[in-house]
């Protein structure tokens, strides 16, 4: 049995790649840890739409994180160890791991990112699309 979805309609010729971006957000596993912001920034010299990701990640060094843009999607992989050197009486912090995914649009560049007082910004820029206008000439049906 197939499956039907909004983005099957005739008239949406080749929009098989963005039912596969939502298949993948779906899929994305993420629960609620590490907890993020998005926000947009207001616009810098540039002029371009800046957007920024902050993920709260108290107690991880930058060693310890990991930061991938693989086809249109940004990963954060972050990776602690237990310290086995020391023995608690209460342990209330755990050592965790985690990865946190985004599905980026085409024209989304991630432009750095930085670790501060437990906090990871990622400072994401959209890159304006450039407008093509062909017109395509009819031919007489002649060979």
């Known amino acids: 049995m197939s499956r039907l979805s909004v983005l099957s309609n005739p008239l ?56 991938v843009v693989e086809d249109n999607q940004l990963s954060v992989r972050g990776r602690q160890q237990d310290d086995k050197s020391r023995e608690y009486l209460y342990r209330g912090i755990a050592a965790r791991q985690f990865t946190r995914t985004f599905v980026l649009a085409d024209g989304i560049e991630v432009q750095s990112a930085d670790l501060s007082n437990g906090l990871l910004a990622i400072d994401l820029v959209r890159h304006e699309p450039h407008r093509l206008v062909r017109k395509i000439e009819i031919g007489t049906g002649s060979d």
């Open 12 to 67: 949406l010729l080749g929009f098989e790649e963005i039912e596969r971006l939502i298949d993948r957000t779906g899929k994305g596993g993420n629960e609620g840890y590490p907890p993020y912001n998005i926000e947009r920034v207001a616009a810098s010299e540039s002029g371009k739409d800046k957007l920024r990701i902050t993920i709260a990640l108290a107690g991880f060094t930058r060693d310890q994180l990991e930061i």
